[in-house]
Nanobody, 126 residues
Framework: QMQLVESGGASVQAAGTLRLSCAASGDTSSRCMAWFRQAPGKEREGIVSIYTRDGHTAYGDSVKGRFTLSQDNAKNTLYLQMNSLQPEDTAVYYC????????????????????WGQGTQVTVSS
């Protein structure tokens, strides 16, 4: 069983920055990990994933160029640096992980993810 704890969410103004953290209770090497978000009234959206074994990342179009995912395997922690935040980025942000292995083709829809955190709220005001 893996526990994930997100932190770093806050209220910021447009064009601001935030860094989210996802601390895992166990070894995060050699698995798919990803950040998702869900805005009120909208479906959950997979925004970025990483295969921690080789560092391969995949970004969604809505965050590409503004958000950067990084990992610290020694600390079993995933980070999401968010720059140029916009009101449409307002959402609850979740991290998730597979038990083992690369990201599935359906990771953006949550496919193949076995463990989820409780989420952290990000609110961006104009």
């Amino acid at each position: 069983q893996m526990q994930l704890v997100e932190s770093g969410g806050a209220s910021v103004q447009a064009a601001g920055t935030l860094r989210l953290s996802c601390a895992a209770s166990g070894d995060t090497s050699s698995r798919c990990m990803a950040w998702f978000r869900q805005a009120p009234g909208k479906e959950r959206e997979g925004i970025v994933s990483i295969y921690t074994r080789d560092g391969h990342t995949a970004y969604g179009d809505s965050v590409k160029g503004r958000f950067t995912l990084s990992q610290d395997n020694a600390k079993n922690t995933l980070y999401l640096q968010m720059n140029s935040l916009q009101p449409e980025d307002t959402a609850v942000y979740y991290c998730a992980t597979r038990v083992w292995g690369a990201c599935s083709a359906s990771w953006r829809a949550g496919g193949g993810m076995h463990y989820w955190g409780q989420g952290t709220q990000v609110t961006v005001s104009s």
